[in-house]
Nanobody, 113 residues
Framework: VQLQASGGGAVQAGESLRLSCLAA????????MGWYRQAPGEQRSLVAT??????ATYADSVKGRFTISRDNKNTVHLQMNSLKAEDTAVYYC?????????WGQGTLVTVSS
């Protein structure tokens, strides 16, 4: 399985971006897909996850601004509204099946104030 992330870019504070991640290949029906981010000099941290049944979790810092969704079992999106400078980071998509994780290549989001 390979994850292909897209949608990053440079925006002004207050604007929106939509990230997408496609899991190419056959994946087990029961799984969780999610987005994590890593800012310069910081550790990678959770942004949002969503299970195959649609149950979503969010980091406190993005609640009310970001929305994670799935088109099907293979594609996950992250709608990011009201972006802030502190949202600047490389965003990574992750697929978790049982105890195995697969990471995407990362996409850069830059928010200028």
């Amino acid at each position: 399985v390979q994850l292909q992330a897209s949608g990053g870019g440079a925006v002004q504070a207050g604007e929106s971006l939509r990230l997408s991640c496609l899991a190419a290949g056959n994946i087990f029906l029961v799984n969780t897909m999610g987005w994590y981010r890593q800012a310069p000099g910081e550790q990678r941290s959770l942004v949002a996850t969503i299970t195959n049944t649609g149950a979503a979790t969010y980091a406190d810092s993005v609640k009310g601004r970001f929305t994670i969704s799935r088109d099907n079992k293979n594609t996950v999106h992250l709608q990011m509204n009201s972006l802030k400078a502190e949202d600047t980071a490389v965003y990574y998509c992750k697929l978790t099946v049982l105890n195995s994780n697969v990471w995407g290549q990362g996409t850069l989001v830059t928010v200028s104030s």
